[in-house]
C-alpha cells in the first residue's frame, strides 16, 4: 500500500547532514510563475542531531537561502523529513532570476529574467548589480538543496548562475 504524502505551507522538515549535525527547512509558498512548484526557506544555524530546538526559534533564524523544489522527491528519498508546522513564513517577496541564455560557451549570459513569488516576469538583459542577489529560480532536486547547504552552492550550475 502506497502511503500519501501531503505537504502544507508552514510544514517544517529536518535535514540530516552527513557530519552529525542537521538544519531546518520550511515549505512558505507555490510559485505560480514557476511550474506551481514549492517554494522553502532554508534557515542558517545548524544543530547537533541531538538537539530538539523550538520551531518557533528556528522559523525565527536568518534565511541562508530559498530555492524552488519538490518536497515529495525529499521526503521519499529520506533527505529530509517533515518535523512540524510554523505558520510564520516570512515575507514572499522573493527576487529569483533564470536565464534563457542555455550557451554554455557564452562567460556571461545577456538574457535574464527575473519574478518574485507568483508575480510577472520581468526580463532584464545583463544582469546588474540590483538583481545579482536574486535566487536561482530553476526548480532543483533535493539533493541540491543539501549540496548547497554544504558548499553554498548547487554542484551543476556554472559560475556565476
Given at each position: 500500500m502506497t502511503t500519501r504524502i501531503t505537504t502544507k505551507i508552514g510544514d517544517i522538515f529536518e535535514i540530516p547532514l552527513?557530519?552529525?549535525?542537521?538544519?531546518?527547512?520550511?515549505?512558505?509558498?507555490?510559485?505560480?510563475?514557476?511550474?506551481?512548484?514549492?517554494?522553502?526557506?532554508?534557515?542558517?544555524?545548524?544543530?547537533?542531531?541531538?538537539?530538539?530546538?523550538?520551531?518557533?526559534?528556528?522559523?525565527?533564524?536568518?534565511?541562508?537561502?530559498?530555492?524552488?523544489?519538490?518536497?515529495r522527491f525529499g521526503i521519499t528519498e529520506n533527505i529530509w523529513r517533515k518535523v512540524g508546522k510554523s505558520r510564520n513564513v516570512g515575507q514572499l517577496n522573493i527576487l529569483f532570476r533564470g536565464t534563457n541564455d542555455f550557451d554554455k560557451s557564452k562567460k556571461i549570459s545577456e538574457s535574464w529574467f527575473v519574478w518574485e513569488v507568483s508575480g510577472p516576469v520581468r526580463t532584464v538583459g545583463k544582469l546588474i548589480r540590483e538583481f545579482k542577489c536574486a535566487e536561482s529560480g530553476s526548480v532543483v532536486p533535493a539533493e541540491q538543496i543539501v549540496s548547497r547547504i554544504k558548499t553554498g552552492e548547487y554542484a551543476f550550475w556554472h559560475p556565476g548562475y
Open positions: 552527513v557530519d552529525k549535525y542537521k538544519k531546518f527547512m520550511q515549505y512558505i509558498a507555490i510559485d505560480e510563475t514557476q511550474l506551481k512548484s514549492s517554494v522553502v526557506r532554508v534557515f542558517e544555524l545548524r544543530y547537533a542531531m541531538d538537539d530538539s530546538p523550538d520551531l518557533e526559534d528556528v522559523v525565527a533564524d536568518h534565511v541562508d537561502f530559498y530555492a524552488h523544489t519538490v518536497l
